[in-house]
C-alpha cells in the first residue's frame, strides 16, 4: 500500500481525506492521519492510530494534519514516526504533497477563503460529501473547533454544483452536503446568499441527483428558503439533524448557545408540520459543567418530548483554551453515566420511529449488500448491488433498524 488515509472525525474531515489521497497519490509507504480535535477521545484514538502505523509500517512517512495537529502542531510531530505535520490549510494543496514539500502550520485565523477541489471517489462509501463551508464565526464556550478552522468561509455556487455533478458522473446517487456551521453559509459571498438558496439552485442546475441531504445544522439560523425547500423538494431529504447541545436553558446559556428549549421544540414542530414523518436528529453533550441533575432531567425529557430518534450524544470533554474548561467541572463518571442515559432515551425513541415504518414504502441507498439507509436515514437490512437505489417495503424493525423486503 502506498499511501493509507485515516480520517477521525465529521464528514467534512471524510471530504478532505479524499482531496488528501488524490493530491498524495504519487507518494510511496506513507501514512496520512487526519485528526479531530472535538473531545479528548477523538485525539487518543488518533494518537494511538499513529503509535500502531509506526509499529507495523516502520520505513513509513507519517504524515498528521487535521484540527488537532492545527492546534498542537509540536505536541503531535513529537509522536513517533511522525515525519510532518500540517495545517488545515496547507493539506488541501497539491504542492503540500510532493515528495520535496517541507511541513507547515498556517494562521489559520488569517484564512478569508476556501479553495474548491474536484472529488471523485469516496473509498468505500455509497453516499459523497461536498464541502460547501469552512470554520465558524460562533464561539460556543465548549467548542475549539474555531481554533483549528477559522473564521467561516463559503465555496461558491458555481463550484458546488461542479462538484455535485462530477459526483453524479461517477455514479453517486446521494450528496451530503458539510461544513463546520453550513446554517451560516454565504455570508461572506457577493449578494449573502443563504443556505436555502444555494440548495434551491444546487437542485435546479443538477436535475439529476436523485438524493440531497444536510449535515448538522445550527437551529437559530434556518432560513426561510430552506424552510419552503424541505416542504416542497422531494429530492432534500426528510432528515433534519440538529445541533441542539441540550435542553436546559440556563445550559444553553452557559455554552453560549444562540437558542432557547422553546426554540428547539418550536423548530421540530415546525419541520414535522411542513415534512409530515421527518426523521429529526440532535447532538448533545452529557455533563456539561455546572449541570445539575435538573438540568439534565431537561435535556433527557426534551429527547422524550420532542421524540427525536436519532441522537449523537457526548459526555463532555474539557478542551483546553476554551471558557466552558474553567467552568466547575462535574465528574467524569456522571458525564459517561448521563451519556448512556441520554443514549437508551435516543434508543428508544428510534425503535417507536422505526415501528412507525412497518408495512410502508421506502427508497433505500445500498451501502453493501446486506444493509443501506432510507431517505429518513433509517438503517435498512436487505440484499442489493452497493451504490444502487432500490425500492423495499419495511416488514421488521428492531432497535439497529428495519428488515426490508424487495418492493
Known sequence: MSVEVLTFGCRLNAYESEVMRGHAAALTDTVIVNTCAVTAEAERQARQAIRRAHRERPGARIVVTGCAAQIAPDRWAALPGVA???????????????????????????????????????????????????????????????????PSRSVP??????????????GYREVVLTGVDIASYGSDLPGTP???????????????????????????????DLWRLLAEEARLMPHLHLSLQAGSDLILKR??????????????GRARALRPGIAIGADLIAGFPTESDAAFAETLALVEEAAIPFLHVFPYSERDGTPAARMPAVPVALRR????????????????????????????LAEDAARGHTEHFVPVRLSAAPGALVRVRIVGADETGVLAEAA
Not at 460529501?129 to 481554533?147: A, K, M, N
Not at 432557547?260 to 418550536?266: G, T
Not at 453515566?337 to 412497518?358: D, H, K, N, S, W
Open 84 to 150: 510532518r505535520v500540517l495545517g488545515n490549510a496547507e493539506k488541501l494543496h497539491a504542492a503540500s504533497w510532493t515528495a520535496e514539500a517541507g511541513g507547515a502550520v498556517s494562521d489559520i485565523m488569517a484564512a478569508r477563503e476556501t479553495a474548491a477541489h474536484l472529488v471523485t471517489e469516496f473509498s468505500g462509501r455509497a453516499r459523497a460529501f461536498v464541502q460547501v463551508q469552512q470554520g465558524c464565526d460562533h464561539r460556543c464556550t465548549f467548542c475549539i473547533i474555531p481554533y483549528g478552522r477559522g
Open 157 to 170: 455556487v458555481g463550484a458546488i454544483v461542479e462538484q455535485v455533478r462530477a459526483l453524479v458522473a461517477a
Open 194 to 224: 443563504r443556505l436555502g438558496q444555494m440548495v434551491r439552485r444546487l437542485l435546479a442546475l443538477v436535475p439529476e441527483l436523485p438524493r440531497l441531504r444536510l449535515s448538522s445544522l445550527d437551529p437559530a439560523a434556518l432560513d426561510d
Open 255 to 268: 455554552m453560549k448557545r444562540r437558542h432557547s428549549r422553546a426554540d428547539a421544540l418550536a423548530l421540530i
Open 337 to 364: 453515566e448521563r451519556a448512556a442515559r441520554l443514549r437508551a432515551a435516543g434508543a428508544a425513541q428510534a425503535r417507536r420511529f422505526y415501528e412507525t415504518l412497518i408495512g410502508r414504502e421506502a427508497s433505500v
